[in-house]
């Protein structure tokens, strides 16, 4: 399976950003998927992460009610809606697929990452 993650790029404070990441190869359809950042100089850390049918998402305190996962699996394709952006919500966003059905914060259940792409929030 691989993961092509786009849609990170500069945007100021307070603006919005969508992150898509598309899936190909060995896709069951049947996995939970999640979002993960990682800012220089620190751990890479929990953003959300939703379930395979899309009913079930788990978000970090700090991206609630600003971040949105969505997920459409007729393209593999799972998104995060960013708005009301922050400068510490700077980090490379990387996606992955669990190794399970539900949606999970544990970062050891993932088995396939993508490459990550960049959110820069200027303030």
């Known amino acids: 399976v691989q993961l092509q993650a786009s849609g990170g790029g500069l945007v100021q404070a307070g603006g919005s950003l969508r992150l898509s990441c598309a899936a190909s190869?060995?896709?069951?359809?049947?996995?939970?998927m999640g979002w993960f950042r990682q800012a220089p100089g620190k751990e890479r850390e929990f953003v959300t992460a939703i379930n395979w049918s899309g009913d079930n998402t788990y978000y970090t305190n700090s991206v609630k009610g600003r971040f949105t996962i969505s997920r459409d699996n007729a393209k593999n394709t799972v998104y995060l809606q960013m708005d009301n952006l922050k400068p510490e919500d700077t980090a490379v966003y990387y996606c992955?697929?669990?190794?399970?059905?539900?949606?999970?914060?544990?970062?050891?259940?993932?088995?396939?990452w993508g490459q990550g792409t960049q959110v820069t929030v200027s303030s």
């Open positions: 190869g060995r896709t069951s359809g049947n996995n939970g």
């Open positions: 992955a697929v669990s190794r399970f059905a539900s949606a999970t914060l544990n970062r050891a259940l993932y088995k396939y």
